[in-house]
C-alpha cells in the first residue's frame, strides 16, 4: 500500500494584531486579523470592523456551549465514561515518520521503531495530550457500529476546547455525510459552506470573507463524523479530497466504522496523510460489569447474581458460566450494548435475571431495542410545567434537559420513530447503506410532495382571486369598469401561476434566521431599504405603463401611486431582509430554534407586508375618496401583499412546507401534530442525538431497527 512521507512539522501560528501575513503550507495565508463589516456575538457590538481572530474566539464559545449541553444529554459528565479502550490500528494510518514528532528526530539510517498508541475514554486528558503531540494533529477514529465513536470524537472536541489556546484552530463537528465532493472539490470549501448552516450568526454576507479566512486559513479542525455513512464511491472520493485539500498545517479528526474505512483505503491506495488510526476495542466483561454495577448504585440480589455472572466470563475454572450469558457478553462488549441494557433493566420493574437465559446475542440485542422506547419513557417522567416556571425564575433544575415536556404514549412513539426512521432510509444507496442518517426537519417534505402539490393548487386559486381584486378594484375607481376587470383577470391568472409555482418549491427551501434583536444597526437598514427599493423600481416601472395603456388617468396619479408604492415596498421589503441576517447569538441552536427562527421569519415578512400595503392603501383612499373605500381597498391590499411578499416572497419559507407536509401526514397518523416538541422530547429521552439543526438517531443500529419495524407493520 503507498504511503506518504510527511515533511517537517507544522509550528504554531502567530496571530499578528496589526495585519502582518504569515507563510505556511507552501501558500500564502492570511494569519492576521482580516476587518469585516459589524458584527453582534455574545452580546458584543463592535461597530465597524471586527477581526478574523476576534470571530474564531467566538465560534469556539459557540461550538463549546453546544457540545456541553449535548454531552449532558449523553450522560457524558454524569457519571464516569464507559472505558473503551482504544488501539492504534497500523494498517491505517500512515507512516509513523509522518505522524509522531519522536520518530523525526531519529537518524536516517536508523530503523524506526513501530509507533505505539493507547488510549482510553476514561482519560480523554491523556488523548487529547497525545493527540496535540502529534506532527500535524491528525486522527482517524475508527471500530465496529456502537463502539463508541462518535462519543470520543465529542469527548476530544471539548477538552481540545477547553484547553485552546488562542493561536489553535477551533475543532467543529459537522457530518461529513453532506460532503459532495463534485460541488465542493476541497474540504475547505465545504467547510466553508456548513460554517454559517450550523451557526447562524456567520450567515451575513459581510463575514464571508472571515468565514473563508477562517476555513482556507487553517483556523478550522474539521471534526469529520461519519464516513461510513457515504455510499462505498463517495467515501473513496472523500479520503481523495481529503489529502489533495489537507495542507501542512490543517488539522482533522474523522470518525468511520472499520471495514468502510479500509474499503476506501483500498479503493485510493492510500491513507490519510499524516494520520494515526485508533480502533476501538470491545469491552471487557469485567469492566462493562463494573461500569452497569455504577448506574445501579444499590443492586437488588438480582441484579448483583447478572453482574457476579458476567465478571466471571472467560475466566477458564468457570466455563459453565460463561456458556449461560455468553449472549450477555456479546451484547455488553460495545458502548450501545452496555446503553441499551443500562436504560431497559436500571427500572425497578424490570428483571435482571431473564438476561442471562440462553439465547443467541441477536435474539437478546433485538428484545432490548424493542423495549427501549417504553423503558426511556418510564424512566422520565415528564416536567411539570407550574413548578418548572416557578424553578427557573429561583435556580434552574438540573433534570430538567432530561426531562420531556409531555409524557409519550410507547405504542405512538414507536410508530412515528419508525415512520422517521424509513424516511431516512429509503430508498438505500446502490451499495445497500441507509440513505442518510441526517433527520432535517425542512426536508422531511421532500417525500410529501403529494401534500405540497395540492397545497400549491389552492394557493395558486387563492392568489388569482385576491390578485385579481387588487388591482381591478381600486382600478375601477379611476377608470372605466371593463379595462379594470380585463387588466386584473390577465394580472390574476398571471399571478396565482406563479404562485403556484412558487409553493412547489417549498420542499426544497432551506430554514432562515431572524436576528434575535432589532435594534442598532441603523446604517444597514437604511442600505437595506435603498437597495430594495431600487431593485423594484423596474417592476413597478412596467406596472405603471400598464395601466396607462389600459387608459387610466390622470398620469400624475399613476405616478403618485407608483411612488407611494415605491417607498413602501423599499420600505417593508428592506426591513425584512434586513431582519433575515443573523445579528447575535448567545445559545446553541438546535433544531427546535432553527424552526422557531424560521417560522418568526416568515410571519415577519406575512405581517409586515400585508400591513404595511394596507395602512398605507387605506390612508390613501381615505384621504381622497371616503373611509369604506379605504377599508375595503386596505383589506384586499394586505391580503395580496401578505399573499404575494408574504408567503411566495423571499428565499426561507421552510416552515411553510414544514406546516404543510405535518398537517398531511399526522392526519395519516404516521407523525404527530406537534413533529418538533416530538422530536425534543426523543433527544431529552435519549433516542436521538442533535448536531446542530439537525436530529439523527443515537445509534444507526436504533434507526436500522425502527426501519425494519415500519417495514414490519405494513
Known sequence: ????????????????????????????????????????????????????????????????????????????????????????????????????????????????????????????????????????????????????????????????????????????????????????????????????????????????????????GGRIMPVLDGLDELPAAARADVVTALNRSLGEGDQLILTSRTPEFAQAVDATRDVVNSAAALEARPLLPAMAADYLQSCVRHPDPGWQQVLDQLRTVGQPSRNETSGQIAALAAITATPLGVWLLRTVYTDPAADPTELTDSCPADHLRTRLLNAIVPAAIAAHPPA????????????????????????????????????????????????????????????????AEGSVRTLSRWVGILTSVIATAMLAVPTAMISRASSAILGGLVFGITTGIGAGAAVRSWSQSEPGHLRQTLRGDLPGLIRAIVKAAVESFWALLVVGCVLISLG?????????????????????????????????????????????????????????????????????????????????????????????????????????????????????RVLPRDLMPFLDDMHRLGLLRAVGPLYQFRHAELQDHFAATFRSRR
Open 1 to 216: 500500500m503507498k504511503r506518504r512521507r510527511g515533511g517537517r512539522p507544522a509550528g504554531n501560528r502567530e496571530v499578528h494584531a496589526f495585519g502582518e501575513a504569515s507563510i505556511a503550507a507552501g501558500r500564502d495565508v492570511i494569519n492576521s486579523p482580516t476587518y469585516v463589516g459589524e458584527i453582534h456575538l455574545h452580546g458584543v457590538a463592535a461597530a465597524g470592523l471586527v477581526d478574523v481572530q476576534y470571530v474564531a474566539m467566538e465560534l469556539a464559545r459557540m461550538v463549546q456551549a453546544q457540545w456541553e449541553e449535548e454531552a449532558r444529554l449523553r450522560l457524558l459528565y454524569n457519571r464516569r465514561p464507559i472505558p473503551v479502550r482504544w488501539e492504534l490500528r497500523a494498517s491505517l494510518s500512515d507512516h509513523p515518520a509522518t505522524i509522531d514528532r519522536a520518530a523525526v528526530r531519529g537518524t536516517g539510517t536508523e530503523a524506526l521503531p513501530p509507533l505505539e498508541w493507547e488510549a482510553s475514554s476514561g482519560d480523554i486528558d491523556e488523548l487529547a495530550r497525545r493527540f496535540r503531540d502529534t506532527q500535524r494533529r491528525r486522527l482517524v477514529i475508527v471500530g465496529d457500529a456502537g463502539s463508541g465513536k462518535t462519543t470520543l470524537a465529542v469527548q476530544l472536541l471539548l477538552k481540545l476546547l477547553q484547553t485552546r489556546t488562542p493561536d489553535e484552530p477551533v475543532p467543529v463537528l459537522l457530518p461529513i455525510a453532506s460532503w459532495d465532493t463534485a460541488r465542493f472539490p476541497t474540504l475547505h470549501g465545504w467547510v466553508e459552506d456548513q460554517l454559517p448552516r450550523a451557526y447562524p450568526a456567520l450567515r451575513s454576507a459581510r463575514f464571508a470573507h472571515a468565514l473563508h479566512a477562517l476555513a482556507a
Open 552 to 668: 387610466v388617468r390622470p398620469i400624475s396619479v399613476v405616478v403618485g401611486l407608483l411612488g407611494v408604492a415605491l417607498v413602501t415596498h423599499g420600505a417593508v421589503a428592506g426591513f425584512v431582509r434586513w431582519a433575515e441576517e443573523p445579528a447575535s447569538t448567545d445559545r446553541p441552536s438546535g433544531p427546535p430554534e432553527h424552526l422557531r427562527a424560521d417560522r418568526k421569519l416568515n410571519l415577519l415578512r406575512i405581517v409586515a407586508f400585508g400591513a404595511g400595503y394596507g395602512l398605507v392603501a387605506v390612508a390613501g383612499v381615505t384621504y381622497f375618496r371616503s373611509l369604506g373605500e379605504g377599508l375595503l381597498i386596505g383589506v384586499v391590499m394586505a391580503l395580496g401583499a401578505a399573499i404575494g411578499q408574504g408567503l411566495l416572497g423571499g428565499a426561507h419559507r421552510a416552515w411553510l412546507a414544514y406546516a404543510a407536509m405535518v398537517a398531511r401526514l399526522s392526519r395519516e
Open 384 to 447: 411539570n410545567r407550574a413548578r418548572q416556571y416557578f424553578r427557573r425564575r429561583r435556580s434552574p433544575d438540573p433534570d430538567e434537559p432530561f426531562r420531556p415536556r409531555r409524557r409519550r404514549n410507547p405504542a405512538d412513539t414507536e410508530r412515528y420513530l419508525a415512520y422517521l426512521a424509513h424516511l431516512l432510509t429509503h430508498d438505500r444507496n446502490s451499495d445497500g447503506t441507509p440513505r442518510t442518517l441526517d433527520m432535517a426537519w425542512w426536508q422531511l417534505a421532500q417525500p
